[in-house]
């Protein structure tokens, strides 16, 4: 039970994690594209001149398009070393009908304040559930490093996501701001980081896509926004694979000590299995016996594994954090998902495991 417990534990532990990123991260896209069907980007991170955003908002078959700018800093926190916040530039006269998210102030909801937003410079917005986890509240200072400076940033209002509930949020590290503050602070004057747009007919992206490309020229790219969740998944691919395959090595090794248990069994039982054959068992049912409390076992196994796995992908979550951070791209996994396919997989391959471990013996 134990050997079939930890197998699955780490397998299905590696699993949780794995999905865990990946949810994290399409998260933080849905986010940050809100309910836009395409976004037009530049070569680069800051190189997309906003004078194009007029030629877009123009286009007969856009019924909405907004500027977006994003950028990075460091966080400086007294007990949580190595954190990082994900900031927006938003305009909030044409991102309304992108949003996914609604500010609130405190524990009651209020109306947002427009001229707020546009008079406090350095001032962020961010998410409700990250402001509990780092104790900050509306009023807060927040010590930031950008390209190198120390600089620091006031916490404005706190939001949450539209029709979200508050015990099932995430801290996502996200944080909103005015474009144009964006550009003052981060110094990107007159360049944004994307244009969302929102489609008449949303059946036309593809050909929608197509124009917009030949009318930008080239220097643009049009995409869907799920097609960065897409490339990072095609990019860790790779390191989720070999994740994988090291899980499966604990299940391989568990069905080798299975098997020597089995075997002891056996050999113990030698006497009992001969009086069964005497008195008229057949090699059928006493192979099943064998199997069939391999079974029994190994789903005991399965089932605490499974509890275990909780535990274990918790642990790990911190280290492939940091790892998918500084290999590929900045990601902060504050929740475990489990998926029911990884859940099914994992009870599969605990029995499959206890039943294979047992067959030579049970033969």
């Known amino acids: 039970m134990l050997t079939v417990a930890l197998g699955i534990a780490v397998f299905l ?22 309910k836009s ?21 123009s286009y ?3 019924r909405a398009a907004t500027p977006l700018a994003e950028g990075y800093v460091s966080v400086s926190l007294p007990d949580q070393p190595g954190e990082y916040l994900h900031i927006l530039g938003i305009d909030p006269f044409t991102s309304a009908e992108f949003q996914t998210w609604r500010l609130s102030i405190g524990a009651e909801e209020e109306n947002f304040d427009p001229e707020a937003w546009l008079r406090d410079r350095d001032t962020v917005y961010l998410s409700k559930p990250l402001g509990e986890a780092w104790n900050l509240q509306a009023g807060d200072t927040l010590e930031v490093q950008r390209n190198g400076e120390t600089t620091t940033l006031k916490v404005g209002f706190l939001y949450r996501e539209a029709d979200a509930d508050d015990d099932q949020a995430t801290p996502d590290r996200i944080a909103s701001m005015d474009i144009g503050w964006f550009q003052e602070f981060f110094g990107t004057q007159e360049k944004i980081s994307s244009i969302q747009v929102l489609l008449e007919n ?7 896509k197509a124009d917009l490309e030949e009318m930008l ?17 095609v990019m860790l691919s790779g390191f989720k694979l070999n994740l994988t395959a090291l ?8 069905v080798f000590l299975i098997y020597n248990a089995s075997s002891a069994g056996v050999v113990r039982r030698r006497r009992e299995l001969g009086i069964l054959r005497s008195v008229g068992a057949t090699r059928r049912q006493i192979m099943g016996l064998v199997l069939g409390e391999a079974a029994i076992l190994g789903a005991i196994g399965v089932l605490l594994g499974i509890f ?12 492939v954090s940091q790892v998918i951070s500084l290999q590929y791209v900045l990601l902060s996994i504050d929740r475990t998902y489990l998926s029911p396919l990884h859940l099914g997989q994992a009870v599969v391959f605990g029995l499959a495991a206890s039943l294979a471990g047992a067959w030579f013996p049970a033969r």
């Open 60 to 62: 007969p078959e856009v």
């Open 308 to 319: 275990g796995a909780r535990l274990l992908a918790a642990g790990l979550l911190g280290g």
């Open 247 to 254: 899980s499966m090595v604990s299940i391989l090794v568990g």
């Open 217 to 233: 020229g080239s220097g643009f790219r049009v995409r869907r926004p799920n097609q960065r969740s897409d490339q990072v998944e």
């Open 37 to 57: 069907h395409l976004e037009v980007v530049g070569p680069g991170t800051h190189d997309l001149d906003e004078s194009v955003f007029p030629k877009i908002s």
């Open 202 to 208: 949303p059946n036309e992206v593809e050909t929608v």
């Open 13 to 34: 532990a590696i699993q949780i994690v794995n999905h865990s990123a990946y949810r994290a991260f399409s998260a933080g896209i849905d986010m940050v594209a809100g």
